[in-house]
């Protein structure tokens, strides 16, 4: 098993920056991706960002450019960087990590942009 726990949501004005954590335990050997959703009120839950293993990254075309996935020194450790945060980037946020097995998810974290 895996547990993801996520941080870092919260309100934010328009144009303002979050960063959400996301940190990996238990058989975090087992992962070879992980990455960030979201999902709005009333809509589908979407891939945000996503980086593999040996480290390539993949990322909504929409938000290419606003928002980063980086993941820290030590390989259970993600994170996102969003920038020029819009109302439509309101969501809750889910850690997610895929392993050959199963998908894990964490509880997400909200995130608000609203003036």
């Known amino acids: 098993q895996v547990q993801l726990v996520e941080s870092g949501g919260g309100r934010v004005q328009p144009g303002g920056s979050l960063r959400l954590s996301c940190v990996a335990s238990g058989r975090i050997w087992s992962i070879h991706t992980m990455g960030w959703y979201r999902q709005a009120p009333g809509k589908q839950r979407e891939l945000v960002a996503a980086i593999r293993s040996g480290g390539t990254t993949n990322y909504a075309d929409s938000l290419k450019g606003r928002f980063t996935i980086s993941r820290g020194t030590a390989n259970n450790i993600i994170y996102l960087q969003m920038n020029s945060l819009k109302p439509e980037d309101t969501a809750v946020y889910y850690c997610?990590?895929?392993?050959?097995?199963?998908?894990?998810w964490g509880q997400g974290t909200q995130v608000t942009v609203s003036s």
């Open positions: 997610n990590a895929d392993s050959p097995a199963t998908h894990y």
